[in-house]
């Protein structure tokens, strides 16, 4: 799976005029995901549609490597041909957000093909987005 990510703490300009709160010395941040549609297998739907089924995880860790918090959502795409055509053209997009505590972290971020069991994933450190 071939997919870019932006992560951003919800103080960022970009996020100007979302009301978000937060509770106790966490950090939320967020994540815009661009996934590649030509790594992602789409099956055949009635009427000409596309289905895909996607799975997005977030996972904070510590300094230790412990896991402090996580997120996992799946999705269930289904496109018709004229958003199918659009979608190769510019990606699918998808943006999740998750807490984590204020002192340094790293996140990976996954996506996963659910149709095809195809996983990517990358890491970064949340200590460079403050």
């Known amino acids: 799976m071939i997919f870019a990510a932006r992560v951003l703490p919800a103080t960022d300009p970009?996020?100007?005029?979302?009301?978000?709160e937060m509770k106790g010395p966490l950090r939320l941040y967020i994540v815009d995901?661009?996934?590649?549609?030509?790594t992602v297998t789409f099956n055949s739907a009635a009427e000409d549609a596309h289905e895909a089924q996607l799975e997005f995880v977030l996972t904070a860790y510590d300094r230790d490597g412990n896991r402090v918090n996580y997120v996992d959502k799946g999705?269930?795409?289904?496109?018709?041909?004229?958003?199918y055509t659009w979608t190769l053209?510019?990606?699918?997009?998808?943006?999740?957000?998750l807490d984590v505590p204020a002192a340094q972290t790293s996140l990976r971020i996954a996506v996963q093909d659910l149709n095809a069991s195809r996983v990517g994933s990358?890491?970064?450190?949340l200590s460079a987005a403050k």
Do not use: C
């Not at 995901?33 to 030509?38: A, K, L, S, Y």
């Open 14 to 20: 970009a996020f100007a005029g979302v009301k978000m």
């Open 89 to 97: 053209d510019h990606g699918l997009h998808a943006r999740i957000a």
């Open 122 to 125: 990358l890491e970064v450190s």
């Open 75 to 83: 999705f269930q795409i289904n496109l018709n041909p004229e958003r």
């Open 33 to 38: 995901f661009t996934v590649d549609p030509t």
